[in-house]
């Protein structure tokens, strides 16, 4: 029986290339890949969502390479930290590479020519095939009558009849594919990748210039508001429980917490860069102190009470008297 590897992402358009296959008969797989920019809760729906459709799931663990990627694509960034070009590529010749070895046949991919600016025009769709060397192997059945036909219609694997000519950046067409399909649930565009929104993007470019680019300060990079002071550290304070206990987590011995002694308020994490002399890190204890009560039940009290110790030594507990942060240094600060 003839089997294709199609590229999931939880997504309408995925969903859909998954179902058009399926529909013709072959027997369809869906893969999909885990990276440090997708929300977590995503690994666990995808089984769920892949089985709704009538296919298998494989899940492949990108976050390592993918972050190297991150750092510097060949072809750039998108809108904000995305680097679709590059990310395509790499996905593309894994599941290449996973096609031979599992024994498909073809590719499939849910990608619409012009809906996106950046990795589905024309000629970066070729870019792509090209430099994931899966050209003629990669059906993208919702396009596909205005590509050039692929390994599975000249085998007559697919009938090129029966596949779609969408193109432009209106969903309408797809949507209404959908209805009549029976696909109800599916992700928003671009899957949640957090490389694509505006916030995180100014935090991750931060992290970046600070040398500290690894899945660890990524995750950090996923709760809180964040915070630089100078070259010396990182602060990072929690805004809800959920939040407080997840920052928690994600410390390491180097870190030094925070929290108010008298009044309900956040967990803060300092992460000390470079931290060398005794003003530097009453400097840091100060700053941190102020930002936490600023997000606390005493934000508007003169001065309140905040604990502090190093990760590794609760025992180590010590108390600071400070001014809650006013809002020119939240603004001097905030990342
Ligand atoms: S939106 Fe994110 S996961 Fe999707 S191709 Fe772009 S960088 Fe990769």
Same mark, same amino acid.
């Given at each position: 029986m003839v089997k294709a590897l199609a590229l999931f992402s939880g997504g309408l358009d995925s969903a859909l290339a998954v179902k058009i296959v399926l529909d013709q008969g072959v027997q369809v797989e869906a893969l999909y890949f885990v990276n440090a920019?997708?929300?977590?809760?995503h690994n666990t729906e995808m089984g769920r969502r892949a089985g709704q459709l009538g296919a298998k799931l494989h899940v492949l663990d990108i976050s390592q390479p993918h972050l190297e990627l991150v750092r510097s694509p060949r072809y750039g960034y998108g809108?904000?930290?995305?680097?679709c070009i590059d990310c395509r590529i790499f996905m593309l010749k894994k599941a290449k590479a996973y096609m031979q070895s599992h024994r498909f046949h073809f590719l499939i991919s849910g990608e619409v020519l012009?809906? +996106?600016?950046? $990795?589905? +025009?024309k000629d970066t769709l070729n870019i792509i095939e090209r430099d994931a060397g899966v050209k003629g192997l990669?059906?993208?059945?919702? $396009?596909a009558k205005k590509l050039a036909p692929t390994l599975a219609e000249e085998k007559g694997w697919?009938? +090129?009849?029966?596949l779609f000519d969408f193109s432009g950046r209106s969903r309408k067409p797809q949507l209404a594919l959908s209805k009549k399909l029976g696909i109800k649930e599916y992700l928003a565009p671009a899957g949640g990748?957090?490389?694509?929104?505006v916030e995180f993007a100014r935090k991750l470019r931060d992290l970046i210039a600070s040398g500290k680019l690894d899945l660890d300060g990524v995750r950090l990079l996923k709760a809180g508001r964040h915070f630089r002071l100078k070259s010396l550290a990182r602060i990072i304070v929690g805004r809800n429980e959920e939040e407080n206990k997840y920052l928690l987590g994600l410390a390491c011995d180097a870190d030094i917490l925070f929290k108010m002694r008298d009044f309900a308020g956040p967990l803060t994490l300092a992460r000390p860069v470079r931290v060398e002399t005794s003003e530097e890190f009453a400097t840091l204890v100060e700053t941190a102190a102020r930002l936490t009560a600023r997000y $606390?039940?005493?934000?508007? +009290?003169?001065s309140a009470w905040v604990d502090y110790w190093p990760k590794d030594a609760e025992d180590e507990k010590k108390s600071v008297l400070v001014t809650p942060a006013g809002e020119g240094l939240i603004e001097e600060l905030r990342i």
């Open positions: 920019f997708l929300p977590a809760r809108g904000n930290m995305n680097p012009g809906q +996106r600016p950046m $990795s589905q +025009r990669l059906l993208r059945p919702l $396009s697919v009938d +090129r009849d029966k990748c957090l490389l694509t929104e $606390s039940k005493g934000k508007d +009290r003169e």
